[in-house]
């Protein structure tokens, strides 16, 4: 019943997980690391524009609302660098009105979670966001 859920990768791409919500950042990593997935984490959006840079993920996790620079910020500046730009961004967050959906999408976010997350959708979009990435 739960393998659906957790299908196994035969790659071990590595996800980059943006969140200043400790108990969110651990959830979601253990649900990505039984997964298959290589998990990095990173506390706000500074932290997110280093490791990026550095870790060079194949994709980014990434909240909206967080202290120091927020996710939309954070979204913008990964675009913009060349270092970073063509890593996909799926923003993750409890922000749900139209007009951050559309902003985080005219930003370059390759796609749109709504937090509290359906598991299988989580992994269903970061699969397809992966795949259009390798192809």
Do not use: H, W
Request: net charge neutral; with cysteine; hydrophobic share 40%.
């Amino acid at each position: 019943m739960l393998s659906g859920i957790f299908e196994k990768q035969t790659k071990a791409e590595k996800i980059l997980v943006v969140d200043d919500e400790p108990d969110v950042v651990l959830v979601v990593s253990k649900i990505l690391k039984y997964s298959g997935y290589n998990v990095i984490t990173a506390g706000d959006g500074l932290q997110c524009l280093a490791k990026a840079e550095s870790e060079k993920p194949d994709l980014i996790l990434l909240d909206k609302k967080m202290p120091n620079m927020d996710g939309q910020t954070t979204l913008v500046k990964l675009q913009a660098s060349k270092k970073t730009e063509n890593i996909p961004v799926i923003m993750f967050t409890s922000c749900t009105n139209g007009e951050d959906i559309d902003g985080a999408q005219k930003a370059g976010a390759a796609e749109y979670v709504v937090k509290p997350f359906d598991r299988p959708v989580l992994l269903e979009k970061i699969s397809r966001v992966l795949k259009s990435k390798f192809k």
